[in-house]
């Protein structure tokens, strides 16, 4: 396994530092539970606009654990809860958030307004990324 190189990183970049559609998986009761959501990929980890209260936020809460899958790439990582969208620790990440998602972000479905909007990070432990026939086996955690 290597580390994240020049190359993995500019492909992880080309890929996913744009609205993605991710399949996030968590796990309940010894069971995997699998969604897709948007996410955006920035330096080694995934963001998410989520609600606190959801069932995949309750699962991350007691087991961090997380694994994805999205346009030929898998990875485990850890979730974590950066809490609410719009509190000014957040303000960077969400303009992000707010310009990758732009097309969907304020049709209705997110209330920026509740405290549980938050954004949920996903940061990656390790990866398997392939492109044009190469395997790359990608260490995050340097």
Known sequence: MEKLSVETKRLM???????SIIAL??????MPQVRYV????EEGAF???TYALSNKMKQIEKNPTVAI?????TAHGEGVNLGYFGKPENAEIAAKLR???AEWIDNGHNNFEDV???ILCIRLTDGCL????TRYDIDFRA
């Open 13 to 19: 970049e080309e890929r996913f530092c744009r609205d």
């Open 25 to 30: 998986a968590t796990m309940e009761a010894d």
């Open 38 to 41: 948007n996410g955006y990929y």
């Open 47 to 49: 963001y998410v606009i």
């Open 69 to 73: 899958a999205g346009d030929w790439f």
């Open 99 to 101: 310009k990758a998602f």
């Open 116 to 118: 549980n909007t938050c």
């Open 130 to 133: 392939l492109s044009h026939g």
